[in-house]
Structures are given as C-alpha cells and as structure tokens.
C-alpha cells in the first residue's frame, strides 16, 4: 500500500515479555518518527530518525525502549521487560525531509499488558 | 520543556453549533499543523500553518496562525456529526527538523 504500515494492529503480553513493534515507512520518506499514545490524550513523543543522522532519542522513557531503522526503511521499536505503563497505542509515523514535514500516521499498534 | 497547551480538552455540542479549539504556548513555532484523528486510526493532517496571522479555510474549518507563532486556533461553524473526533495540533520548532510538539488534544463529540 501507499500508507505508513504498522504491525501487529494489536499485541497482548505478559508483564517482563519482551516486544518488538514493526513499522514500515511510505517509500522515499527519509524521516520516521515513533510516539506512544494513552487512551483519548495527545502524542507523545519517543524517537526520532531522520536519514543517515544519529536519531534523536530523547523522547525514550527508560533504557527498556529502543528502536532501529535498517536501510533507511524499516523500523522497529523493542521494549524489554515489559511493565503494566507501558500498556498504550504505539504510533509510527514518516514524512519527507522538505517543506513543512507533514506526517504521515500508520495506525498504530495497540499494546496491552497483563 | 516546550509545550503546547491545547484546549478545551473535552466538548459536547448540537449539530448546527459553532466551536473553537485552542492552542497555547510560550515557544515561536516555524509551522503549525492540525490533526484529526478516529478511534483505531493514527491521525491525519488537516492543515499546516506556516506564516504569523495565517488563516486557513478547509470547508466549515478555518485555522488561523498567531501573529507572533505562538498559538493557533481551529473553529468549526455549524458543526456536523462527522467532524467527531479527536483534534490535535502540533507544532514544528525552528532549526530544521521535523520533530513535532504535540497538544493534549480535544475530543470533540457532535450530537444529531
């Protein structure tokens, strides 16, 4: 397809499982972008790539999150050790490298701890 | 720490009642977009805002751009059961990157 392709749409996981979220870009969109969402609020930040540049990682709530993108593609963001709070809709996003940037949302995977 | 107030963050209104949503903050924003976004879907761009005292007009919606690029505003007239949804507006800060502050957001709920 021509969107931004999250998977899986939903993963439920027992507490300290280990995670990984796919997200798979609009091609030739050098800029990709991770947030976690809670239930009706705003985005929040997480991780940042932006072609061959080191990501920008500040958004990152513990050392348990990281992510990777290979090829200037594919991204993927591990949690490890899962706890209850991370429980959220993890949302992934691209946009081109010029002009106003606008974003472009996948939909998302919803990540639910027991 | 850069934020961007957005309110209000709950509204209940009739079909045929005009509303406006709020964003607020203290940093200069070098654009400014609006989302919308439906349950189990990511958010879809809406608008972006680039130049102080902007005003855009997307059918019955029209963004408007503070004059210092700090703040924005989305008014919906005769507000239909369709426009429900959740709305939010994000700002890009200056030095040529593509991170995006995020609003709360506003849950906007139209009755028939």
């Known amino acids: 397809g021509a969107g931004v392709s999250q998977s899986p749409s939903n993963k439920v996981t027992e507490k300290g499982k280990d995670v990984e979220l796919r997200c798979d870009p609009i091609s030739g969109h050098t800029a990709l972008y991770w947030y976690r969402q809670s239930l009706g609020q705003g985005l929040e930040f997480l991780i940042y790539?932006?072609?061959?540049?080191?990501?920008?990682k500040s958004g990152l709530p513990s050392d348990r999150f990281s992510a990777e993108r290979t090829g200037g593609s594919v991204s993927t963001l591990t949690i490890q050790r899962t706890q209850q709070e991370d429980s959220a809709v993890y949302l992934c996003a691209s946009s081109s490298d010029s002009g106003v940037r606008a974003q472009h949302f996948g939909d998302g995977t919803r990540l639910s701890i027991l | 720490t850069q934020l961007l107030e957005q309110s209000p963050q709950f509204l209940s209104i009739q079909e045929g009642e005009n509303l406006t949503v709020y964003c607020n903050s203290s940093?200069?924003?070098?654009?400014l977009q609006w989302y919308r976004q439906e349950p189990g879907e990511g958010p879809v761009l809406l608008v972006t805002v680039v130049t102080g005292g902007e005003v855009k007009k997307l059918k019955r919606l029209t963004f408007q751009f503070g004059d210092a690029r700090k703040d924005s505003s989305l008014h919906i007239t005769a507000a239909q059961p369709g426009d429900t949804g959740l709305y939010l507006c994000a700002g890009a800060l200056s030095g040529n990157t593509g991170k995006l502050i995020f609003g709360q957001g506003t849950t906007l709920q139209v009755k028939p």
């Open positions: 940093s200069v924003f070098s654009s």
């Open positions: 790539f932006q072609g061959n540049s080191a990501p920008d």
